[in-house]
DNA sequence: GTTAAAGAGGACTAAAATGGTCCTATATAG
DNA sequence: CTATATAGGACCATTTTAGTCCTCTTTAAC
């Protein structure tokens, strides 16, 4: 399914939230019941953006968070990486290269061409994008410049 | 992590281990000797590979499996949707639709779109590819014609 | 200062997904 | 008839994930 975890669903969702009003400082209560989720969850989800810097917090009485860039400068990538880790299809796609299998795989080289295509694109991916409420009617190319996979004879398709 | 399963990987490994000799029928025993895995996980992930119709089976002695297409009509998202089903970053990017969380989400239509990529690409990637053994030098740009994602001013981030 | 509101950090539990094994049935070649 | 394979499940162990809770610290207001 290649799924997001749900807690980085939820994040996405919470981030969205906070960035449609950018200005206010958000507390984990007031997001709990705006987004319909119950408030340990959303404060565990809320610390987990804060300390990899996505969010910047304020404690205390009158407290709350604060997105630490604009929207237009967070991208998917860094919202999934903050509670899923480092993105990658495979193990050995940003590991310490100690996969035990790797003189049988063959594959590992492609998989990590692909693993670092797909994060391309999720680095073209912005939360401003995302905390758009509807779809909208304005096609943008997306521009995967820096991809690059292996040519075989004809071998890829067309759809 | 955004990370296939351990399955998925296998899966991967053995359709380019049979790949690269298309000929021959290929049983459990011998791949798994090639692939320095247990015989009984290669033959489950074998047998979800048939059903889903990737490879076709011959039962009994002299028996194996083979490809049923040519290893450039076989793509990366074919292989992954074997083993782990419909690809979609969210439960909602594929389902029927039963997400209670619909109305607050308000990032729904653009995590599809989000998908609908990945899909798009992993569409581009085919066995032919994963077999090729080493990094090749020869570039290839990644056509994405098909993927549209919303405008938003100037988000789109240059990397 | 005291108090109330809020986040930080981590421990803990329950539930679900995953990986892996094994058993029986069936098909096929010789 | 027998040996060799796959088909199809059942099954269990392990790991991951989700979710909750508790205690500590920080801050603002009175």
Redesign the interface.
Same mark, same amino acid.
Not at 1 to 4: T, V
Not at 128 to 136: F, R, Y
């Given at each position: 399914?290649?799924?997001?975890s749900k807690l980085t &669903?939820y994040a @996405?969702?919470i981030m969205? *939230?906070i960035a /449609?009003d950018p200005e206010q400082a958000h507390t984990a209560a007031e997001l709990a019941v /705006?987004?319909?989720?119950p408030h340990p969850t959303v404060g565990k989800t809320l610390k987990m953006l804060s300390k990899s810097g996505l969010l910047e917090s304020r404690r205390g009485s009158h407290g709350g968070y604060v997105l630490s860039r604009s929207? @237009? +400068?967070i991208?998917?990538s860094d919202i999934?990486a903050a509670i +899923? %880790?480092?993105? %990658?299809?495979? +193990?050995c796609s940003h590991a310490d290269g100690d996969c035990e299998?790797m003189d049988?795989?063959?594959?590992a &080289?492609?998989?990590q /061409?692909?693993s670092q @295509?797909?994060r391309?694109?999720? &680095?073209?991916?912005?939360l401003? =994008?995302?905390? *758009?409420? %509807?779809?909208?009617k304005?096609? $943008? *190319?997306?521009?995967? *410049?820096?991809?690059?996979?292996?040519?075989?004879t %004809?071998? $890829? /398709?067309e =759809?």
């Open positions: 399914m290649l799924k997001l &669903d @996405a969702v969205a *939230q /449609r /705006r987004v319909s989720l929207p @237009a +400068e991208t998917a999934i +899923e %880790g480092p993105i %990658g299809m495979t +193990e299998l049988t795989c063959g594959v &080289d492609n998989w /061409r692909v @295509a797909i391309t694109l999720l &680095d073209c991916v912005t401003a =994008h995302l905390a *758009q409420s %509807g779809p909208l304005l096609p $943008v *190319q997306l521009p995967i *410049q820096s991809v690059t996979l292996p040519s075989t %004809g071998a $890829v /398709r =759809h």
